[in-house]
């Protein structure tokens, strides 16, 4: 609605309507107020509606809207409750019926305005049955449905006059022409008849020449029947190399071939096209038929808006979402004989794929081997109509080759010439470039000294005056002309043009009826036009809700896959589990000893035990160090207390065996003695 109120705006605030309006205060217009300016757009298009509704009562505009909407062949409503709401909002003015019929009058407002003006001339009068018993009346009227119908043709042909591809100003062109070609002719037949009328013997030299043009026009026609002899015998020749490699084809196809094999060949080729013939054309004969019957109901269908679309949207939701529950609930109450025959039908439905996708590659490689052939067969008659045959050969090869030398060397020759003749078209730009600023300058001297002088534009009115003498000299040679030749020239040029309309009429009248039919298919294919447009705004809108409903489909279908996959993945850890636990079980309760050790039961106890075992050894170690840690403690402190002692032994034999080197102390042995190393404690 927003996008049709803001059309009609616009098209109100152009000309002619000027009317300064926008979107509010358009919106805002009372019932009065709105019929007024579909009065005002139905007066651009017919002007005797130009009429102030003030004026008129309700009743008279509404009669008087519907005249015009009828004669311009507006589409109400069909059903009657539409149609009784489609006069009652024409009446009070009302915006949804006022808006439409605004809208289609900018859309088609120059196809209008004929139609308009046709209706003038062409909505017949409405007598009354008992008046037409007056013998008056009666040829009154029959004379004016007569000059209706002069009316309609001179109208016709108006209209194909004024589309017709003639222009009067080529044609002016073409007699002009013509006339001078023919004057031309007509001096040089009249110079020629001079000089034979001098010679004694004319009679017969101009037999003989006629005889001579004969047998010219005789050679032509002959040379004509010998090139299609030519091209006859050539397309035989081909049709006959075409039929001997055809032949050699089915030769070398039966070579090894037994009825056996043939039948079973015409066999396949009958059932695929017994099945091309009963199941796939029928098929597309209905769904093209189904098609069809979509779009004429489209068609038929008025212009929709974006509320209806909104409308449409909202099913296509509610019924998308019904299926979507049915399947839901056919899924859930599965029956397991229909599970185990969806297997069948699924494979069944694959085979059917493959068989109409088969079929399709079989009549599209049919349809391009036919195209192929007819492409073919075109170009060899491209071929032999241009003599393409033809290939020359030994002697013949090698004059065509020293002939394309010797073009070849003049081609260099004219190549260097060219190169020559384009330096000097260089140079003699430049000096003509050079000559230009010397004219301007001295035109600029010459233009000062005029100024200095008092004489400003001297020059230009001297070229002015030479200029116009030329031209009155032209028109003073044309004036010379006789009278004589000026009527011959008119009777020509009345000769010419009646001969140009005798040959133009078999055209015109051809193209009378085609021009009317063209404009007919032009109203047709604009009014489809726009209810394509309409449509495919529609469907491309549904498109891309569907498109994003299948993107979320997707989406939802990856994270459903994904959990299924995670799922599996631990029902499978879970099962391997599940394996282990049994497989323990079994070991634990078999009565089997070695078995039974294999069990990781078993296992873990015996490694429980021994880790029990380690740790009381480890305790009772632990006790011991405790008991001894006060004895060991003692002996560590006189081991320190030992080794202090002899440091200080060491130090002091250290200090006191520098002064007493002779002699011997407690702690140092005699001479000859090997000292040990004694401990006392």
């Given at each position: 609605?927003?996008?049709?109120?803001k059309?009609?705006?616009?098209?109100?605030?152009?000309?002619?309507?000027?009317k300064?309006?926008n979107?509010?205060?358009?919106d805002?217009?009372?019932?009065?107020?709105l019929?007024q300016?579909?009065?005002?757009?139905?007066?651009?298009?017919?002007?005797?509606?130009k009429?102030?509704?003030?004026?008129e009562?309700a009743?008279?505009?509404a009669?008087?809207?519907?005249?015009?909407?009828?004669i311009?062949?507006?589409?109400?409503?069909?059903?009657?409750?539409?149609l009784?709401?489609f006069r009652?909002?024409?009446?009070?003015?009302?915006?949804?019926?006022?808006?439409?019929?605004?809208?289609?009058?900018?859309?088609?407002?120059?196809?209008?305005?004929?139609?308009?003006?046709?209706?003038?001339?062409?909505?017949?009068?409405?007598?009354?049955?008992?008046q037409?018993?007056?013998?008056?009346?009666?040829?009154?009227?029959?004379?004016?449905?007569?000059?209706m119908?002069e009316?309609?043709?001179t109208?016709?042909s108006?209209?194909?006059?004024r589309?017709?591809?003639?222009?009067?100003?080529?044609?002016?062109?073409?007699?002009?022409?013509?006339?001078d070609e023919k004057?031309q002719?007509?001096?040089r037949i009249?110079?020629?008849?001079?000089?034979?009328?001098?010679?004694p013997?004319?009679?017969?030299?101009?037999?003989?020449?006629?005889s001579?043009?004969?047998?010219?026009?005789?050679?032509t026609?002959?040379?004509?029947?010998?090139?299609?002899?030519?091209?006859t015998?050539?397309?035989?020749?081909?049709?006959?190399q075409?039929?001997?490699?055809?032949?050699?084809d089915?030769?070398?196809?039966s070579?090894?071939a037994?009825?056996?094999?043939?039948?079973?060949?015409?066999?396949?080729?009958?059932?695929?096209?017994?099945?091309?013939?009963?199941?796939?054309?029928?098929?597309d004969?209905?769904m093209?038929?189904k098609?069809l019957q979509?779009?004429?109901?489209?068609?038929?269908?008025?212009?929709?808006?974006?509320?209806d679309?909104?409308?449409?949207?909202q099913?296509?939701?509610?019924?998308s979402?019904?299926?979507?529950?049915?399947?839901?609930?056919k899924?859930?109450?599965?029956?397991?004989?229909?599970?185990?025959?969806?297997l069948?039908?699924?494979?069944?439905?694959?085979?059917?794929?493959?068989?109409?996708?088969?079929a399709?590659?079989?009549?599209?490689?049919?349809?391009?081997?036919?195209?192929?052939?007819?492409?073919?067969?075109?170009?060899k008659?491209?071929?032999?109509?241009?003599?393409?045959?033809?290939?020359?050969?030994?002697?013949?090869?090698?004059?065509?080759?020293?002939k394309?030398?010797?073009?070849s060397n003049?081609y260099k020759?004219?190549?260097q010439?060219?190169?020559?003749?384009?330096a000097?078209?260089?140079?003699l730009?430049?000096?003509?470039?050079?000559?230009?600023?010397?004219?301007?300058?001295?035109?600029?001297?010459?233009?000062?000294?005029e100024?200095?002088?008092?004489?400003?534009?001297?020059?230009?009115?001297?070229e002015?005056?030479?200029?116009?003498?030329?031209?009155?000299?032209e028109?003073?040679?044309?004036?010379?002309?006789t009278?004589e030749d000026?009527?011959?020239?008119?009777?020509?040029?009345?000769?010419?043009i009646?001969?140009?309309?005798?040959?133009?009429a078999p055209?015109?009248?051809?193209?009378?009826?085609?021009?009317?039919?063209?404009?007919d298919?032009?109203v047709?294919?604009?009014?489809?036009?726009?209810?394509?447009?309409?449509t495919a705004?529609?469907?491309?809108?549904?498109?891309?809700?569907?498109?994003?409903e299948?993107?979320?489909?997707?989406?939802?279908?990856?994270?459903?896959?994904?959990?299924?996959?995670?799922?599996?993945?631990?029902?499978k850890?879970?099962?391997t589990?599940?394996?282990?636990?049994?497989?323990?079980?079994?070991?634990?309760?078999?009565?089997?000893?070695?078995?039974?050790?294999?069990?990781?039961r078993?296992?873990?106890?015996?490694?429980?035990?021994?880790?029990e075992?380690?740790g009381k050894?480890l305790?009772?170690?632990?006790?011991m160090?405790?008991?001894?840690?006060?004895?060991?403690m003692r002996?560590?402190?006189?081991?320190?207390?030992l080794d202090r002692?002899?440091?200080c032994?060491?130090?002091?034999?250290?200090?006191?065996?520098?002064g007493?080197?002779?002699?011997?102390?407690?702690?140092?042995?005699?001479?000859?003695?090997?000292?040990?190393?004694?401990?006392?404690?």
């Amino acid at each position: 609605m927003s996008e049709q109120l803001k059309f009609i705006v616009q098209a109100l605030n152009k000309e002619p309507y000027n009317k300064r309006t926008n979107l509010i205060s358009f919106d805002s217009l009372q019932s009065d107020q709105l019929l007024q300016t579909l009065t005002d757009v139905l007066a651009e298009i017919d002007p005797k509606q130009k009429i102030d509704v003030r004026g008129e009562t309700a009743d008279q505009t509404a009669i008087r809207i519907f005249n015009v909407l009828r004669i311009l062949k507006y589409k109400p409503p069909t059903d009657h409750e539409n149609l009784s709401e489609f006069r009652e909002g024409i009446v009070k003015g009302e915006k949804p019926v006022i808006y439409p019929i605004l809208e289609w009058l900018f859309l088609k407002r120059d196809d209008l305005k004929k139609r308009a003006y046709l209706a003038r001339f062409l909505v017949k009068v409405e007598v009354a049955p008992d008046q037409l018993q007056d013998e008056e009346v009666s040829d009154l009227f029959g004379k004016y449905e007569v000059t209706m119908e002069e009316f309609k043709e001179t109208h016709k042909s108006v209209e194909s006059l004024r589309n017709s591809g003639f222009s009067t100003g080529e044609l002016k062109r073409d007699i002009t022409t013509m006339e001078d070609e023919k004057e031309q002719l007509s001096k040089r037949i009249e110079r020629l008849r001079r000089k034979v009328e001098s010679l004694p013997n004319k009679d017969k030299m101009l037999t003989v020449a006629r005889s001579l043009r004969l047998e010219a026009d005789r050679e032509t026609s002959i040379n004509n029947q010998k090139q299609d002899q030519r091209n006859t015998l050539t397309h035989c020749e081909q049709r006959y190399q075409r039929l001997q490699s055809q032949l050699k084809d089915m030769k070398q196809s039966s070579v090894g071939a037994t009825p056996e094999g043939l039948m079973e060949r015409l066999d396949e080729e009958t059932r695929i096209n017994s099945y091309m013939v009963k199941d796939k054309l029928p098929k597309d004969i209905v769904m093209k038929k189904k098609s069809l019957q979509d779009l004429e109901k489209v068609v038929n269908e008025p212009a929709m808006g974006q509320a209806d679309l909104d409308v449409l949207n909202q099913q296509i939701k509610e019924i998308s979402s019904e299926i979507n529950q049915l399947i839901e609930k056919k899924m859930m109450s599965g029956d397991p004989i229909d599970d185990k025959l969806s297997l069948f039908r699924q494979q069944a439905n694959i085979i059917q794929r493959k068989k109409e996708g088969a079929a399709e590659s079989l009549a599209e490689a049919r349809d391009e081997l036919a195209q192929t052939e007819q492409g073919i067969s075109e170009k060899k008659e491209l071929l032999s109509q241009s003599d393409g045959e033809e290939v020359l050969k030994g002697e013949e090869f090698k004059r065509y080759v020293s002939k394309l030398r010797g073009k070849s060397n003049i081609y260099k020759k004219k190549r260097q010439e060219m190169a020559e003749l384009t330096a000097e078209i260089g140079v003699l730009s430049r000096t003509d470039e050079i000559l230009r600023m010397k004219d301007q300058q001295l035109n600029q001297q010459l233009t000062v000294l005029e100024d200095k002088k008092g004489v400003s534009g001297y020059r230009d009115t001297q070229e002015e005056l030479e200029k116009v003498s030329a031209v009155k000299g032209e028109l003073d040679d044309m004036k010379g002309k006789t009278l004589e030749d000026i009527s011959e020239m008119v009777r020509k040029l009345t000769a010419r043009i009646s001969e140009k309309k005798s040959a133009l009429a078999p055209i015109i009248k051809e193209l009378r009826p085609l021009r009317q039919q063209c404009q007919d298919l032009t109203v047709t294919h604009n009014e489809q036009k726009m209810l394509y447009d309409t449509t495919a705004a529609g469907l491309e809108s549904n498109r891309a809700k569907l498109e994003q409903e299948v993107r979320g489909y997707r989406e939802e279908c990856s994270a459903e896959e994904s959990r299924f996959h995670y799922m599996n993945s631990m029902k499978k850890i879970l099962e391997t589990q599940q394996q282990k636990i049994n497989k323990e079980m079994k070991m634990y309760m078999s009565s089997d000893p070695l078995e039974k050790k294999q069990s990781f039961r078993e296992i873990y106890s015996k490694k429980i035990q021994e880790q029990e075992n380690l740790g009381k050894s480890l305790r009772e170690k632990q006790k011991m160090v405790r008991e001894s840690h006060g004895p060991n403690m003692r002996q560590m402190k006189m081991w320190k207390d030992l080794d202090r002692l002899i440091e200080c032994k060491q130090q002091y034999q250290h200090s006191t065996g520098t002064g007493s080197a002779g002699r011997f102390t407690d702690a140092s042995p005699p001479p000859g003695q090997e000292q040990h190393d004694q401990l006392v404690l």
